[in-house]
């Protein structure tokens, strides 16, 4: 896994960088800018492209300006360099960038007034005005700029991040920014990139390597991590010699109804192609014949027979909710796997149930994995204003009661007891289809079942969730909850070759 550095402590990381390897910042600048470059170039091949890069006077204009000075030596011919001229602080190696640039050939335009700008033409426009650390809404001149960048019709790339867009906290409602098309960054993405708001400020983001000292970032205290597949490797269990059915543990699915058994079916599937040795899915009457038909290596457990303790005893993993329903007796359910004091996996009907029943949501038992979308996680903790918000919910609630919570969405946040918050990045809007929720509850079962840790088990459910959804995505418009159960076996084996 990699940290994730709030911006203070990439300029930390600069600072650490620029002394110890001894290199002088304004040639790790100069690095920065042909990392940057190398990327620009395969996004915008055409070399006769009308290219404006618009600078600050920080070191975000400077790298800027190097960009601009590289692009004109990779033979693109259409460069025109804005030097964003609304304050009187001006650092150092942007200085010195500026008396580099014009001993090129590059048309300069100083910019004191937005009306300077009103005769800009670009097919691409080179964001490099601010940098990262903004910690407020954007005004006056430099609002009116990028309202103006925005209603141009040009391609956006910024430079490490969007002009006016936060790092990391919370993501203003009304943002004033400047809106990229791609984001270049520099070592690591923003903690804030992976928030949904982000939106409004980027629509996609490359990270290039800049050469920082990577022992310095990884050493640095930081809850923020972003999960890797070198990680994830880490974490699998390759199976051994002599092992059988009763290594791999026995997960129980609770879950299904009347109308909804493609829910218990899904997270059954799911659960039984991450590992798990057994797989009995708890289920109405009704559905046995479905169980039978589609999964014969599933045993059942009838809801209609009477459930005492003695049937979860020696389970290794229990699964509650999806599909179940929200009657009187499946709250009587809950509430028995409740006080049997095992870590329990909680999705869909049941979070429904336990929104309505705080007393079992205060008494689940520590190591429990929740797994909400936005409106489940709100009717359990209340409403909450932006993603920032609902997470640090998350991770307080995490601490606080030794639960693990996997917030779903593009990117998923899985905050940790210990006050991390890993973030996975697999997945693609290929998997935006019905079922999904429910095939992650059956990964993490299964791997629950097989003796992973609670932790363990979130982390690479999620990952292996979106990582399968990726590959199945490189051949379809779409994928399928189906699709993606079958699909797991095939992404670890990939994985731990």
């Not at 804005?82 to 010195?96: A, P, R, T």
């Not at 493609?262 to 014949?289: D, E, F, K, Y």
């Not at 991390?420 to 935006?432: E, K, R, Y």
Request: proline share 3%; net charge positive; aromatic share 6%.
């Amino acid at each position: 896994m990699k940290n994730l550095l709030t911006s203070s402590q990439m300029r930390n990381a600069d600072a650490y960088t620029i002394k110890h390897q001894s290199i002088s910042s304004i040639n790790l600048m100069e690095k920065a800018a042909k990392a940057f470059v190398k990327v620009f170039k395969k996004e915008v091949p055409n070399k006769e492209a009308r290219i404006s890069i618009l600078c600050g006077q920080g070191n975000n204009g400077g790298d800027g300006l190097a960009i601009a000075r590289l692009l004109y030596g990779e033979n693109y011919k259409e460069i025109a360099v804005y030097l964003i001229d609304f304050s009187e602080n001006q650092s150092e190696d942007n200085k010195k960038n500026i008396k580099r640039l014009l001993k090129f050939k590059i048309p300069v335009v100083i910019i004191k007034g937005i009306e300077e700008l009103k005769n800009l033409q670009a097919d691409i426009i080179v964001d490099a005005i601010l940098g990262s650390g903004l910690n407020k809404p954007l005004q006056g001149n430099y609002a009116d700029t990028a309202s103006f960048v925005n209603d141009l019709n040009a391609k956006v790339i910024a430079v490490d991040v969007p002009t006016g867009f936060n790092s990391e906290g919370g993501i203003a409602e009304k943002y004033s920014g400047i809106k990229a098309d791609l984001t270049i960054c520099f070592q690591r993405p923003k903690i804030n990139f992976f928030f949904p708001e982000s939106v409004k400020a980027l629509s996609r983001f490359k990270v290039v390597d800049i050469g920082l000292d990577e022992n310095f970032i990884e050493n640095q205290k930081s809850e923020w991590k972003l999960t890797t597949e070198q990680g994830i490797k880490k974490l699998i269990k390759p199976r051994k010699n002599f092992s059988h059915k009763g290594t791999y543990g026995h997960a129980l699915i609770v879950a299904g109804n009347n109308t909804t058994m493609g829910a218990a079916l899904l997270a059954a599937s799911a659960c039984i192609h991450s590992g798990a040795g057994l797989t009995t899915v708890c289920l109405p009457q009704s559905g046995l014949i479905a169980l039978n038909t589609s999964l014969p290596e599933a045993m059942a457990l009838p809801r209609n027979q009477h459930l005492a303790m003695e049937a979860f005893d020696k389970l290794s993993a229990i699964a509650v909710g999806p599909g179940l329903g929200i009657e009187e007796e499946n709250e009587e359910i809950l509430e028995k796997l409740v006080n049997l004091r095992k870590p329990l996996v909680l999705d869909a009907d049941a979070l429904t149930l336990l929104s309505q029943r705080g007393d079992l949501l205060y008494e689940l038992p520590a190591q429990s994995i929740l797994t909400p979308h936005m409106k489940e996680f709100d009717r359990l903790f209340g409403e909450h204003k932006n993603w920032w918000k609902r997470v640090e919910t998350a991770r307080r609630e995490a601490v606080e009661r030794g639960l693990i919570f996997v917030l779903k969405n593009q990117y998923t946040f899985v905050c940790l007891p210990d006050g991390d918050v890993h973030i996975n990045s697999t997945g693609n809007p290929a998997m935006a289809s019905g079922g999904m929720g429910d095939v992650l509850t059956g990964i993490i079962t299964g791997l629950m079942a097989q003796s992973y840790s609670s932790a363990d088990a979130a982390i690479l459910g999620a990952y292996l969730h979106g990582k399968a959804g990726d590959e199945l995505a490189k051949k379809r418009f779409t994928v399928s909850a189906s699709q993606l159960a079958l699909q797991i076996p095939k992404t670890i084996k990939r994985i731990i070759k």
